[in-house]
């Protein structure tokens, strides 16, 4: 069994901050990337922030300067620092990773997802 558990979402003023939080926990044999998406009401479930298992990551251009992604490879926790938040950044924030398991002497990877967090960007 695998849980992904974000926290941190909330309702902010616009130029705010606020930093989610995504812990990872199960029996899988390692992480690979792990990312953060969002689905805004009425809109398609988009890819904000990926950071890959040696750190480095990539952004959606709407958020780049203004969000930063990290992870804590110890705690098994990746990290969205969100600052300068508009109402349009408002949305469900879900967590992702690349989990690799062990089947015997085989291993495969799966996705796995986490039950999301809201973000709302409001005055």
């Known amino acids: 069994q695998v849980q992904l558990v974000e926290s941190g979402g909330g309702l902010v003023q616009p130029g705010g901050s606020l930093r989610l939080s995504c812990a990872a926990s199960?029996?899988?044999?390692?992480?690979?990337?792990m990312a953060w998406f969002r689905e805004a009401p009425g809109k398609q479930r988009e890819l904000v922030a990926v950071v890959s298992s040696g750190g480095r990551t990539n952004y959606a251009g709407s958020v780049k300067g203004r969000f930063t992604a990290s992870r804590d490879c110890a705690k098994n926790t990746v990290y969205l620092q969100m600052n300068s938040l508009k109402p349009e950044d408002t949305a469900v924030y879900y967590c992702t990773a690349d989990l690799t398991f062990q089947y015997g002497s085989g291993y495969a990877d799966v996705g796995s997802w986490g039950q999301g967090t809201q973000v709302t960007v409001s005055s």
């Open positions: 199960g029996s899988f044999f390692r992480i690979n990337a």
